[in-house]
C-alpha cells in the first residue's frame, strides 16, 4: 500500500482505490458503493503545485458521503510521478499543457469503469489545478460544472502583471506566445458556459485576486456574448484566513469553503 493512501481516513480509504487512468495518470478514485451497481456523478480534481493528489482527503470524503465519486489525479512531476524540477515554478506551463492534453485519456479510462455517470462530470482544481482546468475548458469537453481555489484564468497578467497592477511578476519568465497558447483569459471563444464557482483568499500572496477578477468579468461578458446567463460564473472571496501566503487553503474559513463547494457541485450535478 502506497504511504500516502495509508495516511487517508480509513473511511475513506474503504471506498477508494488507487489507479493509473489514461495514458498512465496516477489517480486515486473514490465511488460511495464500488458494488452497488450505481452511476454516481463524480468530479475530476487536481491539486496544486509541490503537493498531491492525495492532499485534503476530508474534501472527497465529502463528497463521497454526499453520493458524489472523486477523481483525483496527479499532475506531471508530481504525487506518484514526482520529479524535483516540477517543484518549482518554471515547469507551470509545461504542467499545464501535459495534464490537459492527459485529460482525455483519463476520461476514456472513467469511461470503462462504468460506476460513474459520465453525463454529470465536473471538473476542478487548486492553484496550478485550477489553471488546468480553466485552460482545459477552452478546448471541447464534457464537463457540466466546475469549480476552482486559489488560482487565475489570466496567466498573462500573472507572469507579467501591467504597471499599476497589484501584485508581482511571478519569479520566471516565458514567452508570450507560450502563455497565450494555454491562457485562458486569451482563448475566451473556446468555452462553453457551464457553472463555475471560484474561491479566493483576498490577500493570496501567490495568485493576487486582482488578474482572477479580471478573467471572471470576461468569462461573465463571454458568457452574455454567447446568450448565457452571466451569473453561472461565481465568486466567493475570504479575508485574513491565516492560510501559508494566504494561498495555501483557506486557513480559519476552510470548513465554508468546502461547504460552499460541495453545495455547488450538488446542485449542479442534481444531487439532493
Known amino acids: 500500500m ?14 477508494s482505490r488507487e ?31 509541490s503537493v498531491n493528489k492525495e492532499l485534503d482527503p476530508g474534501r472527497y470524503l465529502r463528497w463521497v458521503r454526499a453520493g458524489i465519486g472523486a477523481i483525483a489525479l496527479d499532475l506531471p512531476g508530481h504525487g506518484d510521478r514526482y520529479e524535483v524540477s516540477y517543484q518549482g515554478p518554471a515547469k507551470t506551463l509545461d504542467l499545464i499543457a501535459q495534464m490537459r492534453e492527459e ?14 455517470d459520465m453525463s454529470r462530470l465536473l471538473i476542478g482544481g487548486m492553484s496550478a489545478g485550477g489553471m488546468v482546468t480553466l ?13 476552482v481555489e486559489g488560482t487565475t484564468g489570466n496567466l498573462r497578467h500573472l507572469y507579467d ?3 499599476g497592477m497589484h501584485g508581482r511578476p511571478w519569479p520566471v519568465k516565458h514567452a508570450p506566445a507560450s502563455v497565450a ?4 483569459m486569451q482563448n475566451l471563444d473556446g468555452f462553453e458556459p457551464i457553472p463555475l464557482l471560484a474561491l479566493h483568499n483576498m490577500g493570496d500572496e501567490m495568485v493576487p485576486i486582482v488578474g482572477q477578477r479580471l478573467f471572471l468579468d470576461a468569462l461573465r ?12 460564473v461565481e465568486l466567493h472571496t475570504f479575508s485574513e484566513t491565516g492560510a501559508p501566503q494566504e494561498h495555501a487553503g483557506f486557513g480559519r474559513y476552510a470548513n465554508d469553503a468546502k461547504n460552499l463547494q ?10 439532493d
Not at 32 to 45: E, K
Not at 135 to 147: T, W
Open 19 to 49: 489507479m493509473r487512468l489514461g495514458d498512465d495518470v496516477p489517480a486515486l478514485v473514490a465511488h460511495p458503493d464500488w458494488d452497488g451497481g450505481t452511476q454516481v456523478p463524480a468530479v475530476l480534481w487536481m491539486h496544486g503545485r
Open 181 to 184: 497558447r494555454l491562457d485562458p
Open 2 to 15: 502506497d504511504p500516502r493512501f495509508a495516511q487517508l481516513p480509513k473511511s475513506l480509504q474503504e471506498r
Open 135 to 147: 485552460s482545459r475548458l477552452c478546448l471541447p469537453h464534457p464537463f457540466i460544472g466546475a469549480c
Open 262 to 271: 460541495l453545495e455547488f457541485i450538488k446542485r449542479v450535478a442534481g444531487v
Open 221 to 232: 461578458a463571454h458568457y452574455e456574448s454567447r446568450g448565457a446567463d452571466p451569473t453561472l
Open 103 to 116: 485529460i482525455d485519456g483519463v476520461l476514456a479510462s472513467v469511461r470503462e469503469l462504468g460506476v460513474f
Open 161 to 163: 502583471p501591467p504597471p
